[in-house]
């Protein structure tokens, strides 16, 4: 490539720079953005910056010749508009599979909780019937003790 083709590339891409840069745009319906910044351009609009914010113009809102400058195409306008309302289904089904997956998985817990209560609820209960056991048997052993006491004592009355 040669220098003079080199410099009158960068000249052409430097005006459309500073085209893009500052830019007037006026809607259909008389609404106009000064000073406006292209930011990007989608199939279906352009989105510009201006002092009082960022906007999206749609290409069905500006005039022909806005919409011939920046390459606006009816039917791939609602190609990536339609890919764009199939990929928000998708993303609504994933969310929904996800939320159904999280409540599955609350119930589980709930359900898993419960049953560590009842476990411990029942655990709770063979120690205390192990423990009256306990008491029961000694009981037991104390009376058996008294009641061997007593037969020797009463032996012992009857001999002497």
Same mark, same amino acid.
């Given at each position: 490539?040669?220098?003079q083709k080199t410099t009158i590339a960068i000249l052409v891409t430097l005006s459309a720079i500073s085209i893009a840069l500052a830019d007037d745009f006026k809607t259909n319906s008389g609404?106009?953005?000064k000073n406006a910044t292209v930011t990007q351009v989608e199939a279906d609009g352009i989105v510009i910056k201006t002092k @009082?914010?960022?906007s999206k113009l749609y290409f069905t809102e500006l005039p022909k010749d806005v919409q011939e400058r920046f390459h606006y195409d009816p039917a791939h306008a609602a190609a990536a508009q339609a890919a764009a309302v199939r990929q928000t289904q998708e993303l609504n089904q994933f969310? @929904?599979?996800q939320e159904e997956l999280a409540r599955q998985q609350k119930g589980a817990n709930a359900k898993q909780y419960q049953q560590g209560l009842e476990q411990q609820a029942k655990y709770n209960n063979v120690q205390s019937l192990t423990d009256?056991?306990?008491i029961l048997q000694q009981q037991e052993q104390n009376l058996l003790v008294r009641i061997g006491q007593a037969e020797k004592r009463r032996g012992m009355a009857e001999v002497g």
């Open positions: 490539m040669n220098p609404k106009e953005y @009082s914010g960022i969310n @929904s599979q009256q056991l306990s």
